[in-house]
């Protein structure tokens, strides 16, 4: 059973920093990809970032050149370094195991929020 426990949100000023941690249980050969997606008030969830197996990484448009995505095989974590943080980074943030195509397992979330 694969499990995800996500650390690391809070409340932050724009143009600070944060780094999300997602601790992951029962991953096996099977999952191809972690990654970080998010959700604002109203607003569907979307992906921020993703790496492969293969160390592969891929980001949101939105996210590129400020948030970095990197993990720890050994400790089975995913990290996600969120730099130069804006108002509309405000959503709660999932991290995600993928099989194939979409997400298979997601974590409960953790709130970021940044403050003018």
């Known amino acids: 059973q694969v499990q995800l426990v996500e650390s690391g949100g809070g409340l932050v000023q724009a143009g600070g920093s944060l780094r999300l941690s997602c601790a992951a249980s029962?991953?096996?050969?099977?999952?191809?990809?972690m990654g970080w997606y998010r959700q604002a008030p109203g607003k569907q969830r979307e992906f921020v970032a993703h790496?492969?197996?293969?160390?592969?990484?891929t980001y949101a448009d939105s996210v590129k050149g400020r948030f970095t995505i990197s993990r720890d095989i050994a400790k089975n974590m995913v990290y996600l370094q969120m730099n130069s943080l804006k108002p509309e980074d405000t959503a709660v943030y999932y991290c995600?195991?993928?099989?194939?195509?979409?997400?298979?397992?997601w974590g409960q979330g953790t709130q970021v929020t940044v403050s003018l």
């Open positions: 995600a195991a993928t099989r194939s195509r979409r997400p298979d397992y």
């Open positions: 029962g991953i096996d050969f099977s999952i191809n990809a």
């Open positions: 790496i492969t197996s293969g160390g592969t990484t």
